[in-house]
């Protein structure tokens, strides 16, 4: 199966501060999503974009398709940025998979 | 508002018991999902259900069962075969299976007493 990858694992910034958060798969996909998961737990849906580029405020999103990654660029970072953001990832017929996340610490 | 509900927010089983997670969602979706996250994890796939009367075995569904008899629902049992419960549990929904954005609900936690 498809095989996920997130890096950096951890990542700690000040709030203002910008960063950028990549997603490395091994299959070709036709569907992928950025969720930001919150301390509460809640999984909140960023981008559905399995290819191009998307923007929504201070986010946006780039899938490079043929080179099997996406990248999330978070800019002006602020503390309610702070949780883990997944990458998840599937093609026609098959399920979703789930990379193992970057935990991001925003600090004031 | 349209949205997937789960219920309880938090539950607790005691040894030897079967428990019953809700998830109803009102999206008129046609595709459901069950996940399992531990702490400090990721996601991972129980059951699925493309389509009503219709599931199947996710990488995980030892010790769960669940059914499909609606469209807006599908409840997720969580047994006494399922030696490892205390996880969050988190349901999801798409307008249908595979290539179609998935929308989570707000998740259940369970704990064994």
């Known amino acids: 199966g498809i095989q996920v990858e997130q890096s950096p694992p951890d990542l700690i910034l000040q709030e203002g501060a910008n960063s950028t958060l990549r997603c490395n798969f091994s299959?070709?996909?036709?569907?992928l999503q950025w969720f930001h998961q919150n301390p509460w737990g809640q999984l909140i849906n960023l981008f559905y974009?399995?290819?191009g580029t998307k923007q929504n405020g201070r986010l946006s999103a780039t899938t490079v398709a043929t080179e099997r990654y996406s990248l999330l660029y978070i800019s002006s970072s602020q503390t309610t940025d702070s949780g883990v953001y997944f990458c998840?990832?599937?093609?026609?017929?098959?399920?979703?998979?789930f990379g193992p996340g970057t935990r991001l610490s925003v600090l004031p | 508002d349209g949205g997937i509900t789960q219920s309880p927010k938090y539950l607790f089983r005691k040894e030897g018991q079967n428990v019953t997670l809700s998830c109803e969602q009102n999206?008129?979706?046609?595709?459901m999902y069950w996940y399992r996250q531990d702490p400090g994890q990721g996601l991972r796939l129980i059951y699925y259900?493309?389509?009503?009367?219709?599931?199947q075995k996710g990488d995980i569904a030892e010790g769960y069962s669940v059914s499909r008899e609606k469209k807006e629902s599908f409840p997720l049992t969580v047994t006494s075969a399922q030696k490892n419960p205390t996880a969050f549990y988190l349901c999801?929904?798409?307008?249908?299976?595979?290539?179609?954005?998935?929308?989570f609900g707000d998740g259940t936690r369970l704990s064994i007493l």
């Open positions: 259900s493309q389509i009503v009367n219709d599931f």
């Open positions: 299959d070709s996909v036709n569907n």
């Open positions: 998840a990832v599937g093609n026609y017929g098959q399920n979703f998979v």
């Open positions: 999206l008129n979706h046609d595709a």
């Open positions: 974009i399995p290819s």
């Open positions: 999801a929904s798409s307008a249908y299976y595979s290539n179609q954005p998935q929308h």
